[in-house]
Structures are given as C-alpha cells and as structure tokens.
C-alpha cells in the first residue's frame, strides 16, 4: 500500500496532537490557534485564540480521555485542510460518550493551525 496523501499525513497528525493536548493540559491549545480562528462549541461561537482557550480550559470537568474511531482529511482549494473526526470521549465519571468534531488547518509562516473549529456531542434526543 502507498504511502498517504500529504494532506493525511498533516491532518492525523494534528488530530493526534490536539487530543494529547485536550487530554493531558487543556490550556496548552492555544498554540494550535490563532487571533482569527473560531470555535463552535455545541452551538456556542468564538473568535480569538484568548476566548478559544478560556473556553476549552473552563470546562466542567477534570480530566478525560478521547477515542477516535475515524477521521478524514481533504485539501481545499486554498491549500488548506479540513479534518472530520469521529469518537468517543470520557469526562471524570461521566458515562462514555460519542462526539464529532471538524477543523479546517491552514499553514501560516510554515506552521499548521486550526483556524477553525466545531464540535458536537453525539447525542439524541428521542423524547
């Protein structure tokens, strides 16, 4: 089998990068984001790597673990790269849950960062 497409090999590897950040030291995220970047945590929107971290490192819980089940990688026509990733993630004694989250990475100074960013739990509401 070939080796991976460069966008893939970018992509896995920054998806790697930033659940071993998540998961281990919340407020180190800041450095994979940028002044213009926006988030969308469950419907909530923000801009600024500032509002970003404050955001992520403010949650509700103390520690977590993510699994990823799948992820998929595409270029854009302006060079960039958007990732679609697929899991399941653990907070403290929470039951497991699935979420989705998707980054769009753009190479700026030759260095990848997510300029943006959303993400969903995976749940259901069938009442």
Known sequence: MGEKPIWEQIGSSFVQHYYQLFDTDRTQLGAIYIDASCLTWEGQQFQGKVAI??????????????SITAQDHQPTPDSCIMSMVVGQL??????????HQSFILKNINDAWVCTNDMFRLALHNFG
């Open 90 to 99: 653990k907070a403290d004694e929470d039951p497991i849950m699935g979420f």
């Open 53 to 66: 971290v404050e955001k992520l490192s403010t949650l509700p819980f103390l520690k977590i673990a993510h």
